[in-house]
């Protein structure tokens, strides 16, 4: 047989390790130049305009309670304008429920009697934002008031590294959710969560290692290991349910054990989908596959408690006609489970990224204004009209 000759396994084996070392040495430089000195994200400050926005507060009051002395002294810039870090937008908030008409408004968490919210973010196929969707929203609650925990439940931990995170370095040894969940000796849950630099914003890391979980479950199955995995996350969220209102899950994108151990312990399951015809129909596999499994369970576990499912229409670009046909036929089958909003597709949040940023987290000032504005629009309608859905699940009137 003439031409070049094949490598052996060994050597593409050896390729593919040194392949791997090299772009993860080289990832590593990248976040320690992204986020030097420390290698550790710190957030930015907020301009009055985005405190009003989050906090319903208008500017003129704004003003006045902080020259009546109502509200902390902040930071200034050159301009004498103020700068709010999201632990002093909280504070402003402490105040406006105390002193405030409707002071509840500002605190917009559990109340007593109020259950934990864990929602599931899930998709079938990849590349549907599911994890764009899941820090949005996490980032978005919290700087409206609410006390969020953010859980990877992915092994490819992308949610984990949009925090600053190096999940094949830092976690190689542990400190994921796996160590939580695993059949063997598992740790409480608080041991794994981590703060991190958005205030309200709590961080369960996800690694390589809870690939493992889907294994171990199988043989977990064979031999009667109880507690199932059926119940193995709810029953770790048993420790934190007080220090949270709101949990939010980024899911793997397939329907195996670590999925269903997510959506078994969720209350609300939102489901993205981009409007093409491909993964419209790859959503609707993961539907009949999912709804015939969560059967399955039922007769077993009873019935699941899900107060809500919605669907995200998501990276939607309204200009191009086939999507707006596909969004339109999807909302006349799922009516009023779709949101309203649609994520849109933007450049402001895939340039964002490529430094593990949020729109959230960049510098209006390094942004084309028009475009920030555009998808700062549509991520906080998405946020805000789910919020609602949030709401109502705790019986309150929106």
């Known amino acids: 047989?003439?031409?070049?000759?094949?490598?052996?396994?060994?050597?593409?084996?050896?390729?593919?390790?040194?392949?791997?070392?090299?772009?993860?040495?080289?990832?590593?430089?990248?976040?320690?130049?992204?986020?030097?000195?420390?290698?550790?994200?710190?957030?930015?400050?907020?301009?009055?305009?985005?405190?009003?926005?989050?906090?319903?507060?208008?500017?003129?009051?704004?003003?006045?309670?902080?020259?009546?002395?109502?509200?902390?002294?902040?930071?200034?810039?050159?301009?004498?304008?103020?700068?709010?870090?999201?632990?002093?937008?909280?504070?402003?908030?402490?105040v406006m429920a105390r002193t405030g008409r409707n002071g509840e408004i500002y605190r917009p968490g559990r109340r007593e009697g109020d259950d934990l919210q864990v929602i599931s973010i899930v998709n079938f196929k990849g590349g549907s934002s599911k994890t764009t969707t899941a820090i949005h929203l996490a980032q978005r609650y919290a700087l409206r008031g609410y006390r969020v925990l953010a859980l990877d439940m992915d092994p490819q931990a992308s949610l984990t590294t949009m925090f600053g995170y190096r999940p094949e370095i830092e976690f190689a040894e542990g400190g994921t959710i796996y160590d939580a969940l695993r059949y063997s000796e598992?740790?409480?849950?608080?041991?794994?969560?981590?703060?991190?630099?958005?205030?309200n914003l709590d961080l369960a890391p996800a690694g390589l290692m809870l690939s493992e979980y889907e294994t171990e479950t199988a043989y977990a199955l064979q031999h009667r290991i109880e507690p199932a995995f059926t119940q193995r996350l709810a029953i770790a969220l048993e420790e934190v349910e007080a220090d949270y209102d709101l949990v939010i899950i980024d899911c793997p994108p397939q329907l195996g054990f670590t999925t269903m151990t997510s959506l078994l312990a969720s209350t609300g399951l939102l489901i993205t989908v981009v409007p093409s015809m491909l993964d419209v129909a790859s959503m609707a596999q993961f539907l009949e596959m999912a709804g015939e499994t969560v059967r399955t369970l039922e007769e077993i576990t009873g019935p699941t408690d899900w107060r809500f499912l919605?669907?995200?229409?998501?990276?939607?670009?309204?200009?191009?006609?086939?999507?707006?046909?596909?969004?339109?036929?999807?909302?006349?089958?799922?009516?009023?489970?779709?949101?309203?909003?649609?994520?849109?597709?933007?450049?402001?949040?895939?340039?964002?990224?490529?430094?593990?940023?949020?729109?959230?987290?960049?510098?209006?000032?390094?942004?084309?204004?028009?475009?920030?504005?555009?998808?700062?629009?549509?991520?906080?309608?998405?946020?805000?009209?789910?919020?609602?859905?949030?709401?109502?699940?705790?019986?309150?009137?929106?």
Do not use: C
């Not at 598992?186 to 205030?199: A, D, E, G, M, N």
């Open 186 to 199: 598992p740790v409480p849950l608080s041991q794994v969560i981590r703060k991190t630099y958005f205030h």
């Open 1 to 94: 047989m003439t031409g070049t000759a094949r490598p052996s396994p060994g050597s593409i084996a050896g390729s593919i390790s040194a392949s791997a070392e090299r772009l993860s040495h080289a990832l590593n430089d990248h976040m320690r130049n992204s986020f030097h000195p420390e290698a550790r994200k710190i957030l930015r400050k907020f301009h009055p305009a985005e405190v009003a926005e989050l906090t319903g507060i208008s500017l003129s009051n704004l003003r006045t309670r902080h020259q009546e002395g109502d509200f902390p002294a902040v930071e200034t810039d050159s301009r004498g304008r103020r700068l709010y870090t999201a632990a002093e937008i909280d504070a402003i908030r402490d």
């Open 310 to 398: 919605k669907f995200l229409i998501a990276r939607y670009e309204p200009t191009d006609v086939p999507q707006s046909q596909m969004a339109g036929f999807l909302r006349s089958i799922l009516l009023d489970q779709v949101l309203n909003t649609p994520m849109l597709k933007s450049t402001a949040i895939s340039d964002a990224g490529m430094t593990q940023q949020t729109i959230y987290e960049i510098d209006p000032s390094q942004v084309v204004r028009r475009t920030l504005e555009r998808i700062l629009e549509s991520v906080n309608g998405v946020a805000d009209e789910f919020e609602k859905v949030l709401q109502e699940a705790w019986g309150r009137k929106v």
